[in-house]
């Protein structure tokens, strides 16, 4: 009776070992032609997926996709603690004779209002590269009282500590970048100088869409580094 038990318990084993003797002698005799073919359609297989990824022919897959998954997704956080202060087309309309360059003192009452708001870090999307104080030196027009202390009201809220400027990483036109840094006369307010200063660049995908987001563009030790978003919430954490 044990004998009987025995093979009986090894009986199926002995079937799936006869099975894969002869899938294996089955392989040992395909034609060496089938396997050429084989090997050489699995190394078209690879080709085509490589030419097609550097060529960009299967971007417009991955950004369909891409897009598909965002939208279905939906928002994942509702803003409460950020506000943003636009200058719409009414006060544009109102200052129209008015040129940019001498909108500092503007600027300057709306940073007081929000600070006074409770604002705890206030971000500055304009990149100031001229200032009313230098415009007029440049025309030479630096007899004027106006040409030392038209800017000092924005000054003076730039030295308050909770204002963050915007600059930004440009191609000089020869391959190589160059940063546009808001003007001396602001950049040096800023208790921290460069360092309160965030980059506006974004990243944007071949069909001029922007789908990624860098928290920093440098890893030299560039100073600005952090971009624009980024510098704002460190500083709202107050890790920074």
Same mark, same amino acid.
């Given at each position: 009776? #044990?004998?009987?038990?025995?093979?009986?318990?090894?009986?199926?084993?002995?079937?799936?070992?006869?099975?894969?003797?002869?899938?294996?002698?089955?392989?040992? #005799?395909?034609?060496?032609?089938?396997?050429?073919?084989?090997?050489?359609?699995?190394?078209?297989?690879?080709?085509?997926?490589?030419?097609?990824?550097?060529?960009?022919?299967? %971007?417009?897959?991955?950004?369909?996709?891409?897009? @598909?998954?965002? %939208?279905?997704?939906?928002?994942?956080?509702?803003?409460?603690?950020?506000?943003?202060?636009?200058?719409?087309?009414?006060?544009?309309?109102?200052?129209?004779?008015?040129?940019?360059?001498?909108?500092?003192?503007?600027?300057?009452?709306?940073?007081?209002?929000?600070?006074?708001?409770?604002?705890?870090?206030?971000?500055?999307?304009?990149?100031?590269?001229?200032?009313? *104080?230098?415009? @007029?030196?440049?025309? *030479?027009?630096?007899?004027?009282?106006?040409?030392?202390?038209?800017?000092?009201?924005?000054?003076?809220?730039?030295?308050?500590?909770?204002?963050?400027?915007?600059?930004?990483?440009?191609?000089? #036109?020869?391959?190589?970048?160059?940063?546009?840094?808001?003007?001396?006369?602001?950049?040096?307010?800023?208790?921290?100088?460069?360092?309160?200063?965030?980059?506006? %660049?974004?990243? =944007?995908?071949?069909? #001029?869409?922007?789908?990624?987001?860098?928290? =920093?563009?440098?890893?030299?030790?560039?100073?600005?580094?952090? =971009?624009?978003? =980024?510098?704002?919430?460190?500083?709202?954490?107050?890790?920074?």
């Amino acid at each position: 009776m #044990g004998r009987h038990v025995s093979q009986s318990r090894w009986r199926p084993l002995l079937k799936e070992r006869v099975k894969i003797a002869k899938y294996t002698r089955s392989l040992a #005799g395909m034609p060496i032609r089938q396997a050429v073919i084989g090997l050489l359609l699995l190394i078209f297989s690879f080709a085509v997926a490589e030419v097609s990824t550097r060529l960009g022919w299967l %971007n417009a897959f991955e950004y369909t996709y891409y897009d @598909l998954w965002h %939208n279905l997704s939906g928002r994942r956080v509702e803003p409460k603690h950020v506000a943003i202060v636009a200058v719409d087309n009414q006060t544009l309309l109102e200052h129209e004779n008015e040129p940019l360059v001498f909108w500092g003192p503007h600027f300057a009452r709306a940073i007081e209002s929000i600070r006074r708001a409770g604002a705890r870090i206030i971000g500055v999307d304009y990149l100031f590269g001229v200032s009313a *104080e230098s415009w @007029l030196k440049k025309l *030479e027009l630096s007899r004027t009282d106006k040409s030392r202390t038209y800017d000092i009201p924005m000054r003076v809220q730039l030295a308050s500590g909770q204002v963050v400027l915007i600059a930004s990483v440009a191609d000089n #036109g020869q391959g190589k970048w160059q940063l546009m840094l808001p003007i001396n006369d602001y950049l040096f307010s800023l208790p921290g100088g460069p360092v309160d200063v965030g980059l506006g %660049n974004f990243y =944007t995908d071949k069909d #001029g869409v922007v789908r990624r987001f860098f928290p =920093t563009l440098f890893d030299d030790g560039t100073v600005p580094n952090l =971009t624009f978003a =980024t510098l704002l919430a460190v500083r709202a954490a107050g890790l920074k």
